[in-house]
């Protein structure tokens, strides 16, 4: 007995239907490659973000601080005090009032 083997049948592309498969594998790899490239680079910015946020916010509170000894310098009651300490006194009839 003869064994019969099946015709093979090889499917010919031509050049440009090489080139278009060709394309289009390399965009099947290029677009996952990209999608994870976007997401990382996404995720560093957010985390520059935050990292400047916290910056933002402690020098927020140092200003705050800053502010809050500026006002209880500059308090009536400590510049009398300091005024006492030098042998200055406040005297009404010295103020003069311009309109």
């Known amino acids: 007995m003869k064994k019969t083997t099946a015709p093979t049948t ?7 239907e090489k080139m278009i498969l060709l394309i ?3 965009f099947a790899l290029l677009t ?3 999608i ?3 997401y990382a680079s996404l995720s560093s910015s957010n985390i520059e973000v935050e990292k400047l946020k916290k910056e933002i916010e402690k020098q927020e509170n140092v200003n705050a601080g800053m502010q809050m000894q500026v006002d ?3 308090s009536l009651s400590n510049i009398q005090d300091i005024a ?3 042998g ?3 005297n009404n009839d010295n ?3 311009i309109r």
Not at 10 to 16: Q, T
Request: zero cysteines; charged letters at 20%.
């Open 32 to 34: 996952p490659i990209s």
């Open 24 to 26: 289009i594998g390399i």
């Open 72 to 74: 209880e310098l500059a």
């Open 88 to 90: 200055l006194s406040y």
């Open 10 to 16: 090889k499917i010919k592309l031509k050049k440009g």
């Open 36 to 38: 994870v490239y976007s």
């Open 95 to 97: 103020i003069i009032v």
């Open 84 to 86: 006492k300490t030098y």
